[in-house]
């Protein structure tokens, strides 16, 4: 009976003893885990690569251009098929073109009012310009079929007394190899009355200071094949002013101070 009374007290007393050892495994294995970091583990395996820091950055910049060359690939593929469109909406549109250049021819001046009051091309036109522009009746612009190759630029003429041609022409072309190029028609021009001589002939001091004051002739334009890549005059006609004629035209009508104008009329004045 005895024995019986005493041996439960000597396992309640034992078992504490029993499992401390467990505690302190259970402890020493959590102050072991810290030591199980990434960072060693990524210096073996870059040092198992044996790449140098410079080594890396070329590998890199090799991924790069060849993600580049997707990119230029799908952006060549885009302007591919951007063309497409323009093309078919150019011919699209050559109908309204010509029916507007015909509405046009019958509104005086327009030619001339268009030109002085574009910003850009008024300060390229002296007096004489202006007075031979008043003969202009149209212009029309007709890209090639294939947009890439060029275009022109045709200026129609009354009869007037500074030149015989009724048709003056500039193209512009990019031949195989890209490299551009242009040609126009020779003015024929009436005795006496060659701006383009009159430009080039003021030699005395009070001449040289006309020519300070008033551009260049208007239509030394169309003699001046020197770049015709950066032809900026053909831009402006085919790009601002064939399309947008009638803004400017009606422009020369709009008050100065800008009143009663739309956002997009006065940033045209």
């Known amino acids: ?84 469109v323009e093309q078919k909406y150019n011919k699209l549109r050559q109908p309204f073109f010509q029916k507007r250049s015909e509405l046009i021819s019958k509104i005086p001046n327009l030619g001339v009012t268009t030109f002085v009051n574009h910003p850009q091309v008024s300060t390229l036109l002296g007096e004489k310009d202006e007075e031979v522009l008043h003969y202009l009746t149209r212009v029309e612009v007709t890209e090639f079929e294939n947009i890439k190759s060029g275009y022109r630029i045709d200026f129609y003429f009354d009869e007037n007394p500074y030149f015989e041609n009724k048709v003056l022409s ?19 021009w009436k005795s006496g ?19 300070h004051e008033e551009p260049e002739s208007f239509f030394t334009w169309f003699t001046d094949h020197s770049d015709a890549g950066a032809d900026e005059l053909g831009e402006v006609i085919k790009d601002d002013i064939w399309p947008n004629s009638l803004q400017y035209y009606f422009g020369a009508f709009f008050p100065p101070d800008g009143e009663n104008m739309s956002d997009n009329e006065a940033a045209i004045m």
């Open 1 to 84: 009976m005895v024995w019986d009374t005493v041996r439960p007290v000597g396992l309640l007393l034992d078992f504490p003893h029993r499992m401390a050892p467990k505690r302190q495994s259970s402890l020493q294995s959590q102050t072991k885990k810290p030591k199980l970091s990434a960072a060693p583990e990524k210096a073996n395996s870059s040092a198992s690569l044996g790449l140098t820091k410079g080594e890396k950055e070329q590998e890199a910049i090799e991924h790069i251009n060849e993600v580049q060359n997707e990119i230029d690939r799908l952006n060549e593929q885009a302007s591919e098929e951007i063309l497409k």
């Open 170 to 188: 500039k193209e512009f072309h990019l031949n195989e190899s890209g490299a551009p190029s242009s040609k126009s028609t020779e003015i024929k």
């Open 193 to 211: 009355k060659d701006l383009t001589k009159r430009s080039s002939q003021r030699q005395n001091k009070a001449s040289r200071k006309r020519q």
